[in-house]
Nanobody
Framework: QVQLVESGGGLVQAGGSLRLSCAASGSTFSITTMAWYRQGPGKQRELVAAITSVGSKNYADSVKGRFTISRDNAKNTVYLQMNSLKPEDTAVYYC?????????WGQGTQVTVSS
């Protein structure tokens, strides 16, 4: 099993920045992709950004140029730097870690962007 703990959410004004962190513990060997998803009010959960074990990244179109995902494999931690935040970025942000045949989720952290 893999446990994921997110931190760094909060309330920020539009145009501001936040940095989310997600620390993995437990059976972390062979984790491949780590990712951030979000679920806004009344919306489905969507992929925000993902990074593979060798550093390949992909982003949702809505966050390209504003968000940056990074990963510290030695610390089993993935980060999401969020800049130029918009009210539509308001959501619960979830960390996800994948192994072949398994997927793990954190409990989520709330990000609220005020206009």
């Amino acid at each position: 099993q893999v446990q994921l703990v997110e931190s760094g959410g909060g309330l920020v004004q539009a145009g501001g920045s936040l940095r989310l962190s997600c620390a993995a513990s437990g059976s972390t060997f062979s984790i491949t992709t780590m990712a951030w998803y979000r679920q806004g009010p009344g919306k489905q959960r969507e992929l925000v950004a993902a990074i593979t074990s060798v550093g390949s990244k992909n982003y949702a179109d809505s966050v390209k140029g504003r968000f940056t995902i990074s990963r510290d494999n030695a610390k089993n931690t993935v980060y999401l730097q969020m800049n130029s935040l918009k009210p539509e970025d308001t959501a619960v942000y979830y960390c996800n870690a994948r192994k072949i045949g398994s997927s793990y989720w954190g409990q989520g952290t709330q990000v609220t962007v005020s206009s």
